[in-house]
């Protein structure tokens, strides 16, 4: 039996055309999506399962790692700061004044700016306080560097799901 050879036809979407900025969306049934993961923004068709470019479309594995990875290493990172000053403060001589400056950040009375007059000065000072006040600096650094990557994160998670889920791939947890 010989194989007929088939035609496949593919209808392929027109492409859009660029005149400097300015884009002509009607020739293009689609339209503009930022990338949830890499923020790439781009012109997909209609129908295009997830708000993913086709850069991270291309291996939908690759790219859970890859935000499993970065917002992995960031919360790291506010952890271990976390441990580290926890740690300190455990130790330290100068825990009950730690235990005071906690306090009154805490308070209803707290004053943004007597604080931070406070603050500058036992760093100003060295030592053991300027120590705690440092490893409290770094923690609140990486508290904001994770804090972004939150929202990135479920937003990413979400549209990787999409896609999985629009290819039939098995969706993990
Ligand atoms: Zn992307």
Request: hydrophobic share 45%; net charge negative.
């Amino acid at each position: 039996m010989i194989a007929t050879k088939k035609t496949i036809r593919i209808k392929t979407a027109l492409s859009p055309r660029v005149f400097g900025d300015e884009l002509l969306p009607e020739v293009f049934p689609g339209g503009l999506i930022t990338c949830r993961v890499c923020d790439r923004t781009e012109l997909v068709p209609i129908g295009h399962p997830a708000l993913l470019c086709s850069a991270c479309m291309t291996d939908l594995s690759a790219t859970a790692a890859h935000v499993a990875a970065v917002y992995g290493a960031a919360l790291a990172f506010f952890i271990e700061a976390g441990v580290a000053l926890t740690e300190a403060v455990d130790s330290s001589p100068e825990s009950a004044w730690w235990a005071r400056v906690e306090a009154v950040r805490g308070a209803d009375t707290f004053d943004a700016h007597l604080f931070s007059l406070a603050w500058e000065r036992a760093k100003a000072t060295g030592g053991e306080r300027a120590r705690l006040c440092a490893l409290w600096e770094k923690l609140d650094q990486e508290a904001g560097k994770l804090e972004p990557l939150n929202a990135w994160y479920t937003n990413a998670g979400r549209e990787l799901r999409a896609a999985r889920a629009a290819f039939g791939e098995p969706i993990e947890a």
